[in-house]
């Protein structure tokens, strides 16, 4: 469940509902993504996210100070955001919602794009900083779950993706069983 | 094109859940026949067994005809995510058994279809689960009925065959007090009449058989997982806060969040059980729900027109249906199906069973058989045949009493309706 931190009076986007249009323009912008929280463990849900997203064609970015130096899915793990020396376009996290001010704070110094916070995370106080500093913000949504709705995958079980469409899908050069996110326009 | 505003249902029944073919551009959704589909590499094979993508692998689990059929209930119902199986039947056992454990018990509603109150009593027993009977008609006896070991309570909307209308909130405040998720099982309002999740259902479960298919020729089931119970946080439900261990050990709750139960159905209970839908079938049916709107408003005006004039006929003794004038159902069929009550109801003949059972032989246009939800006009006598495997108490509680004839009034021209059952009751 999703609890609500220092939710601010005045907040410039609505964070309860995000249009699909702002969902896409973000994934279809951005396509390196920090993911702070990253797990190593197979069966975690961090680690299907990243998994997935990696197949889209993101590069992935895993922070996690326990496996700082490791490797998770071939890529080397951060121990903090400040740490990578390239630039980022999402920083994703997949901690709690406490967590996210001091991460979110980090993705402003390193000049990321967006701050994006999984299911079950909401932190209002990160996100009015954030926008603040002119980075876009995703509260209480997972990346792999857009990218699905968006691209079709999930409709194949049985997930209602909450959009229609009378275009052809895309279908991604993997095969049959991969397709594209659609463009935002 | 990305729309903005919210489609309304007339579209979501045509559109939802159905993009054009991407390898042919077909428009119509293909009847996908096929029981297996090609891995993209090896490496897309592993991850499709492990969960962790999103894709096709045989048909016993999942089908891209049986897909839209899917996501189109779920829209319409306002769910997450939705699973279609076999029948009505195989939905409520993989519902059960996703939710239950031997010893096990839930809470039904008496008013229910007369096959699910053998299911419940019968086949269930034999699983180790239990249920315990409350009345619709009686709100605290849903609260008399739990127990610790209660994991669900299970009610029709609109209960089959006695056009009784259930409190839905109520009872989904006594399941929500009491930790556990509300059945309804939607199939004789459908979510064109009914939308059972915005008065509280957390699952939703169908007979595609009945309205939504509507045209009396496929067999189906579908389960609608609202996304509305906290699994992790009740913790009485091990499938789907604990490890699984047919999967390495992922937790479907988190997982896959506020669409678990449905994709839990689906991998645990309908791998394992077996009894999916046919591509045909949905196709049938998914073609059925596109003009799902159309038909039952057209149900619902020709049942109330042919249920007042069945009043008004001198061999009726009395007519129990929730949009007439008067009748006890009336203001909850109100509040719960506010664009008509649907269009299976009974009504009592003099002379009992003997005029039943007499009457069903003297139609025409009406057909004498054991289903609903057509768009032909369909009539049964209850107590000697869709009933009569209940005790005579067990049939007057569910509302299949000797006198009872059930009738599920179809498309037909509401005149040449009533009058095949002026002719027929003339003659008995
Ligand atoms: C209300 C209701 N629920 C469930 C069922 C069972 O559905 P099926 O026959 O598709 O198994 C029926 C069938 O008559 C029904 O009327």
């Known amino acids: ?185 | 094109m990305v729309m903005e505003k919210a489609p309304a249902f007339s579209t979501l029944a045509i559109h939802a859940g159905a993009q054009p073919d991407p390898a042919t551009g077909a428009r119509a959704t293909p009847i996908y026949q096929t029981t297996s589909y090609v891995f993209d590499d090896v490496d897309h094979a592993a991850a499709l067994f492990n969960l962790e993508t999103f894709g096709n692998i045989y048909t016993r689990i999942m089908n891209p005809t049986q897909a839209v059929l899917e996501e189109r209930v779920a829209a319409l119902e306002g769910g997450t995510a939705a699973l279609a199986v076999a029948s009505g039947h195989a939905a409520q056992c993989v519902i059960f058994h996703t939710l239950l454990s031997p010893g096990d018990e839930f809470v039904a509603a008496r008013q229910l279809y007369g096959g699910s109150i053998n299911q419940f009593n019968h086949a269930f027993k034999k699983f180790g689960w239990t249920v315990a009977w409350a009345d619709a008609d009686d709100i605290s006896s849903f609260e008399q009925a739990l127990s610790p070991n209660t994991k669900a309570i299970f009610i029709e909307s609109i209960a089959n065959p006695g056009g009784i209308v259930t409190d839905i909130e109520a009872i989904a405040k006594i399941a929500k007090t009491a930790g556990v998720p509300l059945i309804v099982d939607n199939t004789l309002a459908t979510p064109y009449l009914c939308q059972a999740k915005a008065h509280g259902a957390d699952i939703i479960v169908h007979s595609l058989t009945k309205f939504l298919g509507g045209h009396g020729n496929s067999v189906g089931g579908v389960i609608v997982d609202c996304g509305t119970f906290d699994w992790i946080g009740s913790g009485k439900y091990p499938t789907l806060s604990e490890p699984c261990e047919s999967y390495n050990g992922i937790i479907f709750a988190e997982t896959f969040g506020d669409f678990a139960f449905a994709i839990a159905c689906r991998v645990l209970a309908l791998r394992d059980l077996g009894p999916c839908i046919s591509p045909f079938n949905a196709f049938l049916i998914l073609t059925g729900i596109e003009t799902l709107p159309l038909r039952l408003q057209a149900h619902s005006d020709n049942a109330a027109a042919v249920a007042a004039w069945l009043q008004t006929h001198d061999k009726v003794v009395w007519v129990n249906y929730a949009g007439l004038d008067g009748n006890r159902y009336q203001s909850l069929a109100k509040k719960y199906c506010p664009k008509g009550a649907g269009a299976v109801f009974t009504f009592g003949l003099q002379g009992g069973y003997e005029a039943g059972v007499n009457l069903v032989g003297k139609v025409n246009l009406f057909s004498h058989l054991a289903n609903i939800g057509d768009t032909r006009s369909l009539i049964i006598h209850p107590a000697s045949t869709t009933h009569s495997q209940l005790t005579p108490d067990q049939r007057r509680s569910a509302g299949a009493g000797d006198d009872v004839v059930r009738l599920s009034v179809g498309l037909e021209d509401k005149d040449d309706i009533i009058a095949d059952l002026d002719q027929a009751l003339a003659q008995i």
């Not at chain 1, 249009?21 to 396509?31: A, E, G, M, P, V």
């Not at chain 1, 197949?55 to 970015?61: E, L, V």
């Not at chain 1, 998770?72 to 390239?86: A, D, F, H, N």
């Not at chain 1, 997930?159 to 659609?182: C, D, E, F, W």
Request: aromatic share 6%.
């Open chain 1, 1 to 185: 469940m999703v609890r609500h931190l220092n939710r601010p009076t005045h907040s410039v986007m609505n964070h309860d509902a995000y249009s699909d249009r702002y969902i896409l323009d973000i994934l279809n912008t951005h396509k390196i993504i920090a993911m702070v929280g990253a797990s190593a463990n197979k069966v975690r849900p961090s680690y299907f996210a990243m998994k997935y997203l990696m197949a889209k064609g993101y590069r992935i970015i895993p922070v996690n100070p326990g496996l700082a130096g490791q490797n998770i899915l071939g890529q080397t793990v951060y121990s903090r955001v400040t740490e990578i020396g390239e630039p980022v376009g999402i920083v994703d996290i997949f901690r709690n919602s406490e967590a996210a001010l001091a991460i979110t704070k980090d993705a402003i110094t390193i000049g990321a794009k967006v701050v994006w916070m999984q299911l079950g995370v909401r932190n209002d106080e990160a996100a009015a900083l954030a926008e603040q500093a002119g980075l876009k913000v995703v509260m209480n949504r997972c990346p792999k779950i857009e990218y699905g709705r968006h691209s079709g995958e999930i409709s194949w079980a049985g997930v209602n993706s909450r959009t229609i469409s009378s275009v052809r899908p895309k279908l991604a050069p993997r095969g049959y069983q991969h397709r594209l996110i659609r463009s935002s326009d």
